[in-house]
């Protein structure tokens, strides 16, 4: 779990908006809605969510969810010290009191259980009930509660159930188009223009072969992690196997299959 701090406007993280999804999440916080977010890994999810909080001048309260997240996790657990019991405040507590922004991630890896506490701050009652303490907290209108899945990794076992799901608003994310996704490395990176088309046209390529080598497709976050290798002067092709390539896969021969993807992209 992380804290990220309260940002001023001169501090909000970068963010290329690809449609219509700042408009739909100030709406959204306005009228006190939860929200949903799926997309694939790396596409910008969480920079987005991090990018609205800081606009709106809120506290931003992260969870990454696990299979062993459970309930006293979210909302709190009595502690031990030399002084006695006392009670320690989870995230989701947290973010109810001060009324911030909580987001948990990759909130299908929770277990089902954990994520039924969600349910009374999900429709009109807005409140969280601590059991363990006897406290009912109303949610102040500042809160605001948001989640987020990859809906390539749904199955059986691992779904938000749809009880849950029809709880929130929802937005789907993918990778951004071409020319968006060029301004987004040139902002977050010092590579050139020539690089950056190059980069995301390599991009393009190895995200076709998703559906048949590889169980995740090329993100955008691994393409800045490779632009500032390059831009740090490493070799383009080094920098590409190293954040673009060997991430994605363990397999020989598919490493070996989308090197020539590389090679056949930028020395060309």
């Not at 596409?43 to 606009?55: N, Q, S």
């Not at 019991?85 to 299908?108: F, H, M, N, Q, S």
Request: hydrophobic share 40%.
């Amino acid at each position: 779990m992380s804290k990220d701090k309260q940002q001023t406007n001169q501090e909000i993280p970068f963010y290329q908006p690809q449609g219509n999804e700042a408009e739909l999440f100030e709406r959204a916080y306005k009228n006190q809605l939860p929200l949903l977010i799926k997309g694939p890994t790396g596409c910008g999810k969480t920079r987005f969510i991090r990018h609205m909080a800081a606009k709106l001048g809120r506290k931003l309260y992260t969870v990454a969810c696990h299979d062993d997240l459970t309930a006293a996790d979210l909302v709190g657990r009595h502690l031990i010290n030399e002084k006695g019991t006392y009670w320690c405040d989870g995230p989701l507590t947290k973010a109810v009191r001060e009324g911030a922004i909580c987001y948990l991630d990759e909130v299908v890896e929770a277990r089902k259980d954990t994520t039924v506490v969600l349910h009374p701050l999900t429709d009109d009652r807005r409140v969280l009930p601590i059991e363990r303490t006897g406290e009912i907290l109303h949610a102040p209108k500042e809160f605001m509660l948001i989640t987020s899945y990859n809906p390539g990794y749904q199955n059986l076992l691992k779904g938000m159930k749809p009880s849950t799901r029809q709880r929130f608003s929802a937005m789907s994310f993918d990778f951004p188009d071409a020319q968006t996704e060029i301004k987004i490395l040139l902002a977050e990176t010092s590579v050139d223009q020539a690089m950056a088309e190059n980069l995301v046209s390599l991009a393009t390529s190895m995200r076709a072969l998703k559906d048949h080598d590889l169980e995740e497709a090329a993100s955008t976050r691994l393409l800045i992690y490779t632009a500032t290798l390059i831009a740090d002067g490493m070799g383009v092709i080094d920098a590409c196997r190293a954040s673009l390539v060997e991430p994605l896969t363990d397999d020989n021969e598919t490493i070996d299959a989308l090197m020539e993807v590389v090679n056949a992209t930028l020395t060309n």
